[in-house]
């Protein structure tokens, strides 16, 4: 029963203009929508930590089930007309093995921090690195260290911060007057 529930996991609105995929997806993502009815998400990963199948019995060997999520509520429910892209906050597989579907079904762009752009798109280069999705994600944009960039109404930055990955970045701009971090798996602490 509890997992017949959490199949039914629904976006949490946060603000007017953001939403959240919730407490059990295998990581944290989220969705922005502009006053046009067009969506950015930040990171797209696996629905629930269930799909991840990795254990010391596969070895190196990892299962990875991506199954979509949250997008008929994202476009009935929310009215959301259009995906344009999906900025994943670092390299783990967790955060990005969506964003092929999204960019074959949906014809959404990938963008993303210069420093991840490499491992992204050639993932077999880079297979010592742990956690890297196994499919190439083509990048349509690419950001500078410390980048401003505007989608629709709002305003971001992007940064380098390594910290769970050496590839990790945040992104910052303010939704419905409140300013925000995204920060992937990166916790920040104040001193």
Not at 133 to 153: A, G, L
Not at 155 to 183: C, E
Request: charged share 25%; hydrophobic share 30%; with cysteine.
């Amino acid at each position: 029963p509890e997992k017949e529930e959490r199949l039914n996991e629904h976006l949490y609105p946060i603000s007017n203009h953001l939403l959240w995929g919730g407490a059990s997806t295998c990581s944290n993502f989220y969705i922005i929508k502009s006053a046009s009815g067009r969506a950015l998400f930040i990171d797209y990963g696996h629905a629930f930590g269930e799909h991840m199948q990795v254990g010391t019995d596969r070895e190196d060997q990892e299962i990875m089930r991506f199954v979509a999520h949250h997008l008929e509520e994202l476009f009935t429910e929310y009215g959301t007309e259009k995906i344009d892209a999906v900025i994943p906050s670092h390299v783990h597989d967790d955060h990005t093995c969506g964003i092929p579907y999204l960019q074959k079904h949906f014809g959404v762009e990938c963008w993303t921090i210069e420093q991840m752009a490499p491992i992204l798109e050639n993932p077999a280069r880079w297979s010592s690195t742990p956690c890297c999705y196994h499919e190439p994600i083509r990048i349509d944009r690419r950001f500078s260290d410390e980048e401003e960039f505007t989608w629709e109404e709002y305003t971001f930055r992007i940064y380098h911060v390594p910290g769970q990955t050496k590839f990790h970045s945040v992104i910052t701009t303010t939704i419905d007057n409140t300013k925000l971090a995204f920060t992937g798996d990166n916790i920040l602490e104040r001193p």
